[in-house]
């Protein structure tokens, strides 16, 4: 009898363990991540990959989840019960700079118990920009002078042969001549997000007395809020390109440009290999992210026997493992079980 009570007595602490256990991840939910699925802006230079931008994942107390990049990161996250900052970012921006668009988003997600909560995170440009236009008068007229860009978060100088757009965080960003050691305010703008403002700086009537007339080119003045299909770089045929996650969504259509990262290979009925060596030459697979490692997040590529075969396939160029890639193809219901491209007639590499 006395065993007997024991053992009772012994399983009371595991079962009260079991309970909390239970009830620790009865509170965590599910948080996925991903950008608008095949949308990028409208720029006037190239788009960075979404791959590389820097994503963070912040609980209410300013504790990080995730710091490093996209693609590296998980497809789903389990996470407490409780609301979380989830921040992209295509680069890191905190001075004035040419040539520096950055793109992103910033959301905040309530995570619920047993739940999944999908953020879609945007890419819109985050900071300002300003490009002048300095006419040949004015640079008769003051060959000695210097025009200044200057905000709170620094300064920069603009030559008088210049032609790329300064970037600022948005905000306040006053345009400056120097001359003879003496600073001259030109012209004044509250920049917001998005904005990339054209300005033409000339002489005006009063030239002989020093007059300088400041011009907004509205037509060059413009938002990034336009949106083109696919994001490639090979023109209107690429810019219509699907995403896996839309190609998934079109099958049976033909001669269609498809766009991923070529995550693994060696396919078969159940499963396929995302690790080097591979040992098939006759496919591989695509996923958005370079860092997917679920089959079925994917999309099946079948090589068939010839040139982009010969260039694609990872036996011989297991260099190309996450490397970016459009195909032009059919749409298939399925290939080796996922959705998949097949009788491929062109492919471009990025």
């Not at 095949?38 to 504790?63: E, H, M, Q, W, Y």
């Not at 766009?259 to 690790?275: A, E, H, M, T, W």
Request: with cysteine; hydrophobic share 35%.
């Amino acid at each position: 009898m006395k065993k007997v009570i024991l053992s009772f007595l012994a399983a009371i602490p595991l079962m009260a363990s079991c309970d909390s256990l239970m009830q620790t991840f009865g509170r965590q939910g599910i948080l996925q991540v991903r950008f608008a699925e095949g949308t990028v802006p409208s720029t006037r230079s190239a788009f960075p990959d979404t791959n590389d931008f820097i994503l963070t994942i912040a609980d209410s107390k300013g504790n990080f989840i995730y710091d490093g990049p996209y693609g590296a990161s998980k497809d789903s996250f389990p996470l407490d019960e409780g609301t979380y900052t989830v921040t992209a970012r295509s680069s890191d921006f905190k001075e004035p700079q040419f040539d520096a668009p950055q793109y992103g988003d910033s959301q905040v997600a309530t995570i619920k118990a047993g739940k999944t909560t999908v953020v879609t995170l945007a890419c819109v440009q985050l900071n300002s920009g300003i490009r002048l236009r300095v006419a040949p008068g004015f640079i008769e007229a003051f060959p000695h002078s210097a025009l200044i860009l200057k905000a709170s978060s620094g300064t920069l100088l603009y030559s008088y042969t210049e032609k790329r757009i300064a970037y600022f965080e948005p905000g306040t960003v006053n345009l400056l001549m120097s001359e003879g050691g003496q600073d001259k305010t030109l012209f004044t703008r509250r920049l917001e997000p998005q904005q990339v403002l054209t300005l033409g700086v000339n002489i005006g009537a009063d030239a002989a007395n020093g007059g300088v007339q400041i011009q907004v080119d509205t037509t060059r003045n413009w938002l990034d809020e336009e949106f083109t299909v696919g994001g490639g770089g090979g023109g209107d045929a690429l810019d219509k390109a699907l995403s896996v996650p839309e190609a998934k969504e079109h099958t049976g259509e033909q001669d269609v440009w498809v766009y991923g990262y070529i995550v693994g290979g060696d396919l078969s009925s159940s499963k396929c290999s995302f690790v080097k060596p591979f040992s098939s030459r006759t496919n591989i697979v695509l996923a958005a992210k370079s860092s997917c490692r679920d089959k079925q997040q994917c999309m099946s590529v079948q090589l068939a026997k010839g040139d982009i075969r010969d260039d694609l396939n990872l036996v011989d160029h297991p260099e190309l493992l996450g490397r970016q890639v459009f195909l032009l193809g059919d749409i298939v219901e399925s290939y080796y079980g996922i959705p998949g491209v097949q009788n491929i007639s062109e492919y471009r590499l990025k």
